[in-house]
């Protein structure tokens, strides 16, 4: 499934190890919201597109986001991105970054832009925009890799950046794309988090010193392949429990960025995903043991590399 061919963010029963054939209410074995990244694009802020009206667009002043919407109304613009686009963040979450930390005419750079939200976002406030993506979705933004970023040292204001969470959504079908790369395969994820270690470093290079960048992620969990499963129910989980694996990608990603930034803050964005509202899933969650993913991480970081300001007196 390519970002715009559907509107919703379930990839089918056969992607992935562990999906495919599983059983109870999801055919395509765990659902989605359990996993992680599959609530972004319609189906995931699916609140926002229909004919409920956007609440009002103002500063968060706690670490818990809660904005039922995928895309703000400003005087400027309706929508930000592209909400056709399977994976693409919701707006507000870039409109309260930019409102905290960039100001007027700074230069926001996205290694990973998707539909352009980042650019929307930093046009309607009066930043400058500049994305990259592997497999543009449209002619302002520039194909690129985001281990290599075609940007000289220091010239980013502020870098945003929502990763693919594993293999959870097929972005296109470039080989370089790391969401190709499984966060619990067969190397144990360590093509992934080499992958974004890389990516990372690149932000960090590009970023201006004493400036900020921010990562939006979600941790991730799925069904074990049935017969990994049933292998392991002999020695492994209680009846009525399901052999699944958990993929700590936010604490993983967390811990790379300190290797390069200081910690600002972490925001936890309460994910509102039409699937989330779904009465089965939850019923699975509890019978089977597991549990639906309820929020994404939002890490902001500082780079700091130059001689710490005199102390004034
Ligand atoms: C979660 S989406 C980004 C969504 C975007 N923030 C938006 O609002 O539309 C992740 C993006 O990463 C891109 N991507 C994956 N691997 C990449 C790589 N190596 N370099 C650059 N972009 C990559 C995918 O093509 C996809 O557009």
Redesign the pocket.
């Known amino acids: 499934m390519k970002?715009h061919s559907h509107n919703h963010g379930d990839k089918g029963p056969s992607r992935g190890p562990g999906r495919g054939t599983g059983k109870g209410p999801f055919k395509g074995g765990a659902p989605a919201g359990a996993e992680g990244h599959d609530d972004?694009g319609p189906a995931r802020g699916g609140r926002s597109h229909g004919a409920n009206p956007k609440p009002t667009l103002r500063i968060q002043t706690t670490t818990l986001w809660e904005y039922p919407s995928q895309h703000y109304e400003s005087a400027t613009s309706k929508m930000q991105?592209?909400k056709n686009?399977v994976?693409?963040?919701p707006s507000w979450v870039i409109w309260q970054l930019l409102q905290r930390y960039t100001r007027p005419n700074d230069l926001i750079v996205?290694?990973?832009?998707?539909?352009?939200?980042?650019i929307d976002v930093a046009r309607d406030l009066e930043r400058r925009g500049l994305g990259?993506?592997?497999?543009p979705s449209r002619p302002d933004i520039f194909r690129?890799?985001?281990?290599k970023i075609p940007l000289e040292d220091a010239k980013a204001d502020f870098v945003f950046i929502?990763?693919?969470y594993s293999t959870h959504v097929d972005?296109?079908d470039d080989p370089?794309?790391?969401?190709k790369l499984d966060a619990a395969g067969d190397d144990g994820g360590r093509a992934y988090y080499e992958?974004m270690a890389r990516v990372i470093s690149e932000i960090h290079r590009v970023l201006k010193d004493r400036r900020y960048m921010a990562l939006y992620v979600s941790d991730s969990w799925r069904k074990r392949a049935p017969a990994a499963s049933s292998q392991r129910s002999q020695s492994g989980p209680a009846e009525g429990t399901v052999s699944g694996i958990f993929m700590p990608i936010g604490f993983e990603l967390f811990a790379m960025m300190r290797e390069h930034f200081t910690p600002i803050d972490i925001i936890s964005v309460v994910r509102h995903n039409q699937k989330l509202q779904k009465g089965n899933w939850h019923k699975a969650a509890e019978e089977q043991n597991f549990f639906l993913r309820g929020f994404n991480y939002l890490f902001i970081m500082k780079k700091q590399d130059g001689p710490a300001r005199p102390v004034k007196k």
């Open positions: 970002p972004r991105g592209d686009y994976g693409a963040t996205d290694p990973m832009c998707g539909s352009g939200t980042t990259y993506d592997l497999s690129a890799d985001a281990r929502d990763p693919p972005y296109s370089a794309c790391i969401g992958a």
